[in-house]
């Protein structure tokens, strides 16, 4: 072997590095997830974020004397990206887009470069899986682009490194990080240690030329971004993309955010010419409801600072066989479980002998407690094949002795619900005073769930 090479195990899960190969990973606790790879000696720890490896000092200032200005953010006016990055893209950050593939990572990035290019700033798109004509066909789809987006194809960091230096872009584009390799690092592209010192690099442009970079991760098959997790610690800021590709819409998930609210989402609609945003995603998830059939109620979830009306479906159907079937989609199965379980003591019904459905419609998926009234009023609605008023909201925790505590942000739900149409709410009495006379809307306040199941 090259001297200065050695070889090092890294765990593919977190990162772990390790001389020997170990069955179980003693950071994350992943058994047989340690691959060797090839490592230069030079190539290690010389990352930081501050990029101070070119020899200059830093030297500590005053928080008080640095000034920063809010309007520095770069904005997409792509709404719904810019409130999922919390309020446009930070110049200097770097952002991870993760997604599977063919979900419309590169196309949402193109659709970016467009905007900025429009507004004037120069983009650089530096894709390692497409060719230039590739990537001609995808930009005609979405429209007309200015002589500001300059595109490359190239793998090798340190070239991409000298055409930033040279045309000096405001905001690069890494179409993907897998695809990129550093040549001091002589373990394959995609490989953990390869991915690692690439996006260090790549953060020593971003922080040391206050570069603004958007980079693509594959995810696996479990749903994280390809690589270490050192990769999520490493950015600024991280954004899942997901969606079923059946389904057109998408949707953009803050899953960290060092510059706002990781709980945003933004929704997009994949059509012929690229995606288009969503704006009132309530109204496009209850397009098409069924309005008298027993099983469905309107929920509302509020994901970030925005409430989404959405309908849940539940069917519950006596059982063929020995043991009840439960399936669940979009919402936690186990959560489903529990409710059914609270339904069965609490109220009285003899689920236990029932097969339940219970699914979110438009491929969405949604964990907020609020949403429990909502599942539980559905299970009772088909059990009792009793249907529930289609103009009215539902919204609610659910505790394990059959409560509806109060939820947060219930002016909001309250307000989208009259927005849309809706006549009343059946929502937590502890969050009825507050808002009583506000509203045209009737608010119906219930304390727990027998009181929620008389209302319907
Ligand atoms: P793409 O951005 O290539 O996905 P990723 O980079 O995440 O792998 O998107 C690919 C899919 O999007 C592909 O199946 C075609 C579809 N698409 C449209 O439906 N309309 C369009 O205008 C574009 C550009 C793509
Ligand atoms: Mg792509």
């Known amino acids: 072997m090259a001297k200065g090479k050695k070889t090092l195990f890294f765990c593919q899960n977190c990162g772990y590095e390790s001389p020997k190969w170990l069955g179980q990973c003693p950071g994350c606790r992943e058994w047989n997830s340690f691959v060797e790879e090839t490592v230069s000696a030079t190539a290690k720890g010389k990352t930081t974020a501050s990029g101070s490896t070119t020899g200059k000092k830093n030297e500590p200032v005053i928080l008080a004397d640095i000034s920063i200005q809010e309007n520095d953010r770069i904005k997409t006016e792509i709404e719904e990206l810019d409130r999922v990055l919390g309020g446009g893209i930070v110049p200097g950050s770097m952002v991870l887009v993760g997604g599977d593939p063919g979900i419309g990572k590169s196309t949402l990035l193109l659709q970016v470069c467009r905007q900025l290019t429009g507004k004037g700033h120069k983009v650089l798109y530096v894709s390692g899986e497409e060719s230039l004509g590739q990537i001609k066909l995808r930009a005609k789809r979405i429209g007309e682009f200015n002589e500001n987006l300059l595109l490359l194809c190239e793998t090798n960091l340190e070239n991409i490194r000298s055409v930033i230096e040279k045309v000096k872009p405001e905001m690069v584009v890494i179409d993907s990080i897998q695809t990129m390799y550093n040549e001091e690092v002589s373990s394959a592209p995609g490989s953990v240690s390869q991915v690692r010192e690439s996006t260090g690099v790549l953060m020593q442009i971003a922080k040391g030329m206050g570069i603004s970079v958007f980079i693509v991760g594959h995810v696996t098959k479990d749903g994280s971004v390809a690589g270490p997790r050192v990769l999520e610690h490493m950015v600024d800021t991280v954004l899942y993309f997901e969606g079923d590709r059946q389904v057109i819409y998408r949707i953009l998930r803050g899953v960290k955010n060092r510059f706002g609210s990781t709980n945003e989402i933004g929704v997009f609609e994949m059509r012929e010419k690229g995606l288009m945003e969503v704006k ?116 609610g925790e659910v505790g394990l002795s059959g409560e509806v505590r109060g939820v947060s942000m219930a002016e909001s739900r309250v307000r989208e619900a009259e927005k849309l149409g809706f006549t009343s709410c059946i929502m937590p009495k502890a969050n009825v005073e507050s808002l009583q006379g506000k509203y045209e809307i009737k608010l119906i306040g219930v304390a727990n769930i027998k009181e929620a199941m008389n209302c319907i």
């Open 280 to 395: 009132n995603p309530s109204q496009v998830m209850l397009n098409g409801r069924p309005t008298d059939a027993s099983g469905t109620a309107v929920v509302c979830s509020v994901e970030g600072t925005r409430p989404i009306l959405i309908e849940i479906q539940a069917l519950v159907t006596r059982t063929n066989f020995g043991l009840p079937r439960r399936t669940s989609v979009g919402i936690d199965y186990n959560r489903v479980n529990l409710l059914m379980a609270v339904l069965e003591k609490r109220a009285g019904l003899h689920l236990g002998d029932c097969d339940a459905y219970v699914n979110l419609a438009g491929g969405m998926k949604l964990g907020e407690p609020a949403i429990d009234l909502g599942v539980v009023l559905a299970i009772v609605s088909s059990y009792k094949n009793q249907v529930i008023d289609e103009r009215i909201l539902i919204f």
